[in-house]
T-cell receptor, first 112, second 108 residues
């Protein structure tokens, strides 16, 4: 079984809809992250969480929100999706003191 | 700033050695990481350098020179499966800033 899983793997939604991307991990890591990747670009950090009660904004948090429901679960929500949020979204985890090390398989999101 | 610079594309022959360079801005620098990403796949962690010098892991090695704000990833005995994108990433206090990636193509 994969250590970091993401659901859904693919999603097409319309402008203005609210959607949630989910991430679960079995590694027991405290640190979890959400990144987005656009074609030909590196990954950019949306939000990160160092434990259940610690949520922090990353470089590009506008238009997104997150929820850390448990140590193993970190969800990303798009409150009102817009076309320029079309991207590949990755969840990642790491142990305390480490940078992101384990990535989920990604969610390909298309906003029409 | 957080920018990193790496070549956009590199082509090398199977069995050869290739070096992928990365330069970065120094503000709030904590270390340099390298990731591999195959098309459609998730990034895979390769290495991390916090101090100057060479770190070796099998066919892959990574080097850092903090005084030169420069690092590189060295891939030896190239295999066709090494064809992928390689990202350097600069560690800050709580974040990792990624370069735009180098697409490596290994040819027979």
């Amino acid at each position: 079984d994969a250590d970091v899983t993401q659901t859904p793997r693919n999603r097409i939604t319309k402008t203005g809809k609210r959607i949630m991307l989910e991430c679960s991990q079995t590694k027991g890591h405290d640190r979890m992250y959400w990144y987005r990747q656009d074609p030909g670009l590196g990954l950019r950090l949306i939000y990160y969480s160092f434990d259940v009660k610690d949520i922090n904004k990353g470089e590009i948090s506008d238009g997104y929100s997150v929820s850390r429901q448990a140590q193993a679960k970190f969800s990303l929500s798009l409150e009102s999706a817009i076309p320029n949020q079309t991207a590949l979204y990755f969840c990642a985890t790491s142990d305390a003191g480490e940078f992101p090390r384990y990535f989920g398989p990604g969610t390909r999101l298309t906003v029409t | 700033g957080q920018s990193l610079e790496q070549p956009s594309e590199v082509t090398a022959v199977e069995g050869a050695i290739v070096q992928i360079n990365c330069t970065y801005q120094t503000s709030g620098f904590y270390g340099l990481s390298w990731y591999q990403q195959h098309d459609g796949g998730a990034p895979t962690f390769l290495s991390y350098n916090a101090l100057d010098g060479l770190e070796e892991t099998g066919r892959f090695s990574s080097f850092l020179s903090r005084s030169d704000s420069y690092g590189y990833l060295l891939l030896q005995e190239l295999q066709m499966k090494d064809s992928a994108s390689y990202f350097c990433a600069r560690g800050g206090a709580n974040n990792l800033f990624f370069g735009t990636g180098t697409r490596l193509t290994v040819i027979p």
